[in-house]
């Protein structure tokens, strides 16, 4: 995976560390531009921050940036499993010698953290997941008929990462990676890259982001990549014929591949304009004969799978960061930390708001009620701007057991029952629709 993706193994560019700031939302968030910086706005809306006794590139999330973080990583979970994954998990540290296997060490030490000794072995802090899955996947016997065998993990990994180079959430040294491995035959590798380029694509429509381009990524020259020359000649070949199938328009750029195989690269493009690796498909041949993986064959032999590396969201801090700058803190729905602000009209509505906001938390949404004390019922909707709905209950409302829905983006829909207002919210929720109301506000 290229360096330029917090999941990735090839030249990093350059960042800055930022600075710290105050928990919780800011109530003067500035007005949204159509550039958003994520480490300011991510401070100001009380998402994440840092600390210097924590550590620089070790950012900590407050309240609404751990939903964010959850929500995000609950629907890749769920989106897996739909796709046939099974999820595992797996130790944040290894012995040195795992990576002496892998080619990590010999290829990519230098961005690694130095050994630790342990009871007279090294152990080190991770850099990548693959490793791991591979002695999973070693640790038991497979069939051919096993085969697609796709693993997943949202797992923690570690990367040394100079100081000058960290910034906000996307240069970070402790990163939680959306990672997965399938090990098949070579006859399953094209079409278990297709589906996983196609998971790419639905999770960007979801979360309402685009691609700015589709990279494949090839050696350079150097020795930093495993000399294997036919192994390079295969792999490429087939996610070059993958591309083409697809249909997608794509580049190639050499340098930017794993020390271990060529990939594809969906890039995206931040707020200043820099590119950087979100998700990431590629083909190795090296893990699998490193770790002498293999499967019974329909013949009753030994055969050696192919491993995919297959990234959705890549880390999940770079994935946050992106969203953040991409709608400046006003997420879909179904991500937004706060889905609905209940807003009573006066101190006589808020048993009703009370009571509306415990239908909301056993409905599995994020309520919040904003109070006649927080001030007007105008400065109370401006504060909430980001917020997708709010439900103002004044005296008729709360007779009626209805809600006055205000939609994020302006409209205003007339009194209709609180119960019916959930179930339309949730249903668009759980469908991750990035459409506010399924229907003309009235």
């Keep these: 995976m290229s360096r330029r993706a917090d999941n990735s193994l090839s ?47 070790l950012p900590y999330w407050l309240p609404d940036g751990a939903a964010v973080r959850h929500t995000l990583e609950e629907y890749i979970r769920a989106a897996e499993r739909r796709a046939g994954y099974r999820h595992v998990y797996s130790p944040v540290l290894g012995k040195r010698e795992l990576y002496e296997i892998s080619g990590h060490w010999s290829h990519y030490s230098d961005d690694m ?12 802090l991770r850099p990548s997941l693959c490793p791991h899955h591979a002695v999973i996947y070693r640790s038991r016997s497979h069939s051919y008929r096993e085969l697609p065998l796709r693993m997943a993990e949202l797992g923690a990994m570690y990367r040394s990462e100079l100081s000058g180079v960290l910034g906000g959430l996307t240069r970070v040294r402790a990163i939680q990676l959306n990672d997965a491995h399938i090990f098949c035959t070579l006859d399953q590798v094209a079409e278990e890259a297709q589906a996983a380029l196609e998971m790419i694509g639905r999770a960007y429509e979801a979360l309402g982001i685009s691609p700015s381009r589709y990279r494949l990524s090839l050696p350079g020259p150097g020795g930093k990549y495993v000399a294997a020359p036919e192994m390079w000649r295969r792999s490429t070949a087939l996610l070059t014929d993958v591309l083409d199938r697809s249909g997608l328009s794509y580049e190639a750029a050499e340098g930017e591949a794993a020390f271990y195989g060529p990939k594809i690269d969906v890039q995206i493009t931040d707020s200043a304009g820099r590119e950087s690796t979100l998700s990431t498909v590629q083909v190795d041949f090296h893990q699998p004969e490193q770790f002498d993986l293999h499967y019974i064959g329909a013949d009753g032999a030994k055969h050696r799978p192919v491993m995919i590396h297959r990234s959705i969201i890549g880390s999940v801090e770079r994935a946050v960061a992106h969203l953040i700058e991409q709608h400046g803190g006003a997420f879909p729905a179904w ?49 909430a701007r980001l917020v997708p709905y709010h439900a103002v209950i004044g005296a008729k409302e709360a007779a009626d057991d209805h809600v006055a829905l205000r939609l994020r983006d302006g409209r205003r829909l007339d009194p209709r029952p609180a119960g019916d207002v959930l179930t339309r919210i949730g249903a668009l929720v759980d469908a991750h629709s990035t459409v506010l109301w399924d229907g003309t506000a009235s």
């Design 335 to 383: 991500l937004s930390p706060t889905q609905l602000m209940i807003l009573p009209v006066s101190e006589a509505e808020l048993p009703n708001a009370a009571a509306l906001a415990r239908r909301c938390v056993d409905l599995g949404l994020r309520a919040e009620i904003a109070g006649p004390e927080r001030g007007s019922l105008g400065a109370r909707v401006r504060d």
């Design 11 to 57: 030249p990093k560019p350059r960042g800055e560390c930022p600075g710290a700031s105050s928990f919780g939302r800011s109530p003067d968030v500035r007005e949204e531009t159509a550039m958003h910086d994520h480490r300011k706005l991510g401070r100001e809306l009380g998402l994440f921050d840092t600390d210097p006794l924590i550590g620089s590139g």
């Design 113 to 124: 953290f130095p050994p630790m000794d342990l009871g007279g072995e090294q152990v080190v």
